[in-house]
């Protein structure tokens, strides 16, 4: 128990491993603003008129395209419409028909719309008799934040990984391996203690990133509390390798952040283009697809299917603790001999 204690207070005298907690709490907090904001006045479309210019039907009639506002002169105008933060389209009276203004710096969405408005506006009486039917705007962010927070849990859960191997490292650099080696501490009770501080680690970051974003029913949260775990556990084992094999500090962080990248991206890219057959089989032997394609059919789904994943994560457990265990045993002979 008192090892234990002294791993947890060395953990929290890092500042690279509390900064790898609070990260993606953080950035959880972040994405879950975001999503609160509404973002649909972003493509509305603005139109900037001149004061008694054009007639209060045709305002009307702009009003059902977009916001309307007035300037009192031809520079008022002007200068609203070279704004480079705003998208305005300027509208004139041109004899019978209207015609627009454009800076030239729009997306294209406004430059065809500025382009067509005055076909548009002749073809409005025979365009009134035509039936709308109004679509519900779809939100711009819903299909990114799963993406996000998926991948931010991705790296919650597998922070064990920073956890362990940065104490392991520190304790090579300053000499306490060495202390450890004479100790009388069993091989088992060693790889505990290092797995338990990597495990917890990474268990709290990733339970407080998704209690900061989803609100999940009470099965959903269950399995999602396990899918956590399964994943804490490889992440602090993958730890322990990192920092078994890394003989610096700065070895050490460049193989955290390769092996963070490929956890990253292989679930991403395998998701965006939806992989199948035999590649997604290669995509699963990185230990973070199998909870990524989880968390993204939890938030996706009322009723999900991860016994697949789950399954695949337990699996991963297992490989990669014997694989350590044997690793060690191998290393001890091999010292002995």
Same mark, same amino acid.
């Given at each position: 128990m008192r090892g234990l204690i002294y791993q947890l207070k060395s953990v929290w005298k890092d500042r690279f491993c509390m900064m790898s907690f609070l990260l993606p709490i953080i950035v959880a907090l972040a994405l879950n603003f975001i999503g609160g904001i509404d973002l649909s006045s972003v493509s509305e479309f603005q139109f900037g008129v001149l004061e008694n210019d054009l007639s209060a039907q045709t305002i009307v009639w702009l009003e059902r395209y977009g916001s309307v506002t /007035?300037?009192?002169? +031809? =520079?008022e105008l002007i200068t609203a419409i070279n704004e480079p933060s705003t998208y305005m389209i300027g509208v004139k009276s041109d004899g019978d028909s209207i015609q627009t203004m454009i800076s030239g710096d729009e997306l294209d969405l406004f430059r065809q719309t500025a *382009? @067509?408005?005055p076909a548009l506006y002749e073809g409005r009486e025979? %365009? &009134? +008799?035509? $039936?709308? @039917?109004?679509? =519900?705007?779809? *939100? #711009?962010m819903a299909g990114l934040q799963? /993406?996000?927070?998926? #991948? @931010?849990? /991705?790296v919650a859960m597998f922070m064990g990984c920073t956890f362990n191997a940065m104490n392991i490292i520190s304790e090579k650099e300053n000499g306490v391996d060495l202390v450890n080696q004479i100790l009388p501490m069993t091989q088992s009770g060693y790889v505990i203690q290092k797995i338990f501080v990597g495990f917890i680690g990474g268990c709290l970051s990733a339970i407080l990133t998704a209690c900061c974003y989803f609100r999940l029913p009470v099965w959903n949260e269950l399995l999602m509390l396990v899918m956590i775990i399964l994943s804490a556990f490889v %992440?602090?084992? /993958?730890g322990l390798f990192i920092g078994k094999f890394s003989e610096s500090f700065m070895v050490g962080v460049v193989t955290i952040k390769m092996i963070m990248i490929l956890f990253m991206a292989v679930p991403l890219v395998s998701y965006l283009l939806g992989t199948g &057959?035999?590649?997604s089989v290669f995509c699963y032997l990185v230990p $973070?697809?199998?909870p990524f394609e989880g968390i993204m059919n939890l938030a996706d789904s009322d009723k999900p299917m991860i016994a697949k994943d789950m399954f695949i994560l337990m699996t991963h457990c297992i490989i990669w603790f014997l694989l350590y265990l044997s690793i060690s045993k191998w290393k001890i002979r091999h010292i002995w001999r």
């Open positions: /007035i300037y009192e002169s +031809q =520079e *382009d @067509t408005l025979s %365009a &009134g +008799q035509i $039936s709308i @039917t109004v679509l =519900e705007r779809p *939100d #711009m799963n /993406i996000f927070i998926a #991948m @931010t849990l /991705i %992440a602090a084992l /993958i &057959g035999l590649i $973070s697809s199998a």
